[in-house]
């Protein structure tokens, strides 16, 4: 070295000798890359096939895959099939978010409301799907839904009233079912399900008031009715808005307090009853009436003995309905007779009051 070198001048042969060696290094790694290629090209030569090229290309490929399998697998981890379950579980969610009201214990149905007729058995549906561990609940609001009755519990009926039962619909119908309703029954009903919040929906059930009537020929309300002695009593009694069951609903004619429906002590008496889905009718016939056949005579239906039609029944004693009509004229004229003298007499005294 000669004196007076720089440092610069001392570095040079080093870098000029670094390069070289990195040269070398990828010169030796490229052949050996071109022999692979050659080795693979002989060999899928020998087979003379023409689709040599295809093969090539099919290793290529298959090599490729391993590899990343490889580095895959390399790769340090806790738990293997973590990554797999994040996926699935990220793609249902994904779903789930545009359905989310369709997952989980829902109902297939709205709330509505139900009319039915007394005496009928009413059957209250609520359909649930996806119930899973959740539980079914009946309970009933009342005074305004201040007060709240529990009816079932599951498939038990909780409530101590017979007519109450629940009933469950194989596959998803949780049902309640009422016997015999009656006006006390009117009012809402909620089917619950035991998520967090509760889910419910509403049914509200309506009674058709029932009607018991003695009507006259033309359907009008009786109070009042008049015979002559030896005719034949005939009174008709028109229940609507009730369900009748004929092993329950049977309608009876008193005579006072005593029934008619069976009585063979006078003889001379029928009852005919026409039993329809919702009411009614019932005709009461008592041959040659006499005084002792006047009085109080009532329908009732035995399933609803508070609510009777009573009509009263004149059987005249030697008189014709003409002559009573008769006397009822000859006292309305007298009346008005009596009415005009009156108003004539007031008139005369103002008349001397003014002079």
Same mark, same amino acid.
């Given at each position: 070295m000669r004196r007076g070198a720089t440092a610069e001048d001392k570095e040079a042969p080093d870098a000029g000798r670094r390069a070289v060696m990195c040269s070398d290094m990828w010169l030796h790694r490229l052949l050996m890359v071109c022999c692979y290629f050659t080795l693979l090209s002989a060999t899928d030569s020998r087979t003379d096939s023409p689709l040599s090229t295809e093969r090539i290309t099919t290793k290529s490929t298959t090599i490729v895959k391993r590899l990343t399998t490889t580095v895959k697998r390399s790769m340090p981890t806790d738990a293997p099939m973590l990554n797999y379950i994040f996926d699935t579980h990220s793609s249902y969610n994904k779903h789930q978010h545009h359905h989310d009201h369709r997952y989980g214990p829902h109902f297939e149905g709205e709330s509505k409301n139900i009319t039915v007729q007394a005496g009928a058995t009413v059957t209250l549906d609520c359909r649930i799907s996806l119930l899973q561990?959740?539980?079914?609940?009946w309970v009933r609001r009342q005074e305004n839904g201040e007060k709240i009755n529990l009816l079932t519990y599951g498939q038990i009926t909780y409530t101590g009233d017979p007519r109450y039962n629940a009933e469950f619909q194989y596959p998803d119908n949780w049902r309640l079912?009422?016997?015999?309703?009656?006006?006390?029954?009117?009012?809402?009903?909620?089917?619950? #399900?035991?998520?967090h919040p509760p889910k419910f929906i509403h049914v509200n059930l309506h009674i058709n008031a029932p009607s018991v009537q003695i009507v006259d020929a033309v359907?009008?309300?009786?109070?009042?009715?008049?015979?002559?002695?030896?005719?034949?009593?005939?009174?008709?009694?028109?229940?609507?808005? #009730?369900?009748?069951?004929?092993?329950?609903?049977?309608?009876?004619?008193l005579h006072g307090n005593r029934i008619l429906n069976y009585d063979t002590t006078r003889g001379g008496i029928s009852v005919k009853t026409e039993l329809m889905e919702e009411g009614a009718n019932s005709t009461l016939s008592i041959a040659r009436v006499g005084p002792a056949d006047s009085g109080n005579y009532t329908c009732v239906l035995v399933t609803m003995p508070d609510q009777p039609s009573t009509v009263h029944v004149h059987v005249l004693n030697g008189e014709s309905l003409a002559e009573l009509h008769h006397g009822k004229a000859d006292r309305m004229g007298s009346c008005w007779t009596t009415a005009l003298i009156l108003s004539a007499l007031s008139m005369l005294t103002r008349l001397q009051v003014l002079r």
């Open positions: 561990d959740k539980t079914v609940s079912q009422i016997k015999y309703v009656n006006s006390s029954d009117e009012g809402q009903y909620e089917c619950q #399900i035991s998520t359907g009008e309300p009786l109070r009042d009715k008049y015979y002559e002695a030896d005719s034949t009593i005939e009174l008709s009694c028109v229940v609507r808005h #009730i369900a009748m069951q004929m092993q329950y609903s049977t309608v009876q004619w």
